[in-house]
């Protein structure tokens, strides 16, 4: 079998498998009691659909069509955690129970050995939120509350979301101007992910507003937003210069993640916010992490060759 047909047959079992996980994640989420618990679970839907349109995406462009179905066992799995008579403690621990620590290293390894260096960045990235995913499962789902904010730190909390939300919308954009003239496959991978994230965080948000009784008012300046669509999607500017700009933002030992966190812990009496902000918080961190690893290989390869 050549590497492509096994490309092409992975990212169908892909979206196959992601499309069932955010189903069963929308159930479990719609019928979860525990506000701390279901803004996890509405992070974790939204970002397997978004796994499930990057793969299906990768997939066409390839030359395959999707027509896979969910694995038996997941299958079943999916089923119990979409139940609203199973308890949120024995779903949690039947899905922990399925992936070991190490997460499905078969496809990691699987991932790192491609020579379709796009595909190949597109599943590690995907692998990133995975991890991201069960670790939260593993470490915080269950947690204890927050110790209550003080008085008056709601509306500054969702100021921030209104500003946050614009602010993915237009870096969505930006990732997209980008990919269309990105000349880096690998790179071109990893920023399909970013894309994504960026629209996933920016509809969870307005989403949480609109629970939230909030209408959104916020927008990024149309001359920024203008500037940044020009220089990200200029074909005259490298790739390596576009990375060299994302990173210059936030200097080492600067957390991109932090702010949103903080904000999310303003508004911590609400726990289904808070964790979706802290989620998000992560893979904002997650982005740049990998923007700037791959900044530092491209220039260390440059300087060795
Ligand atoms: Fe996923
Ligand atoms: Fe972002």
Known sequence: ????????TLLDELQAAERAGATALGEWAAGCRDPALRGGLQVLRARDAAHAALAEAR???????PSAQAGRNLQSLCSVLGTPDVSDRSKLTLLLSRFPDRVHDPFVQFASQLTDEETRALLETIGD?????LRWLREDAGGAAPAPPEDGRRGAGVAFMDALAAAETSGAQVFEAWIAVCAIPGLRGGLRT???????????????LRALGVAPTASVP???????LARFGAR????????????????????PGAPIAAAGDELAPDLETRNVLHLVAAAETATIGWLRAYHA????????G
């Open 59 to 65: 997939l066409r462009a390839l030359g395959g069509q």
């Open 1 to 8: 079998m050549t590497e492509r047909t096994r490309v092409i």
């Open 236 to 255: 005259d500017v490298s790739d390596e210069d576009k990375l060299g700009a994302i990173i210059a933002r936030y200097p080492h030992g600067h957390d």
């Open 222 to 228: 149309e001359p920024v937003r203008r500037a940044a």
């Open 194 to 208: 970013a894309a994504a994230r960026e629209r996933t965080h920016a509809t969870l948000l307005l989403d949480r």
């Open 297 to 304: 290989a491209l220039t260390g390869g440059m300087r060795a």
């Open 129 to 133: 939120d995975e991890r991201a995913s």
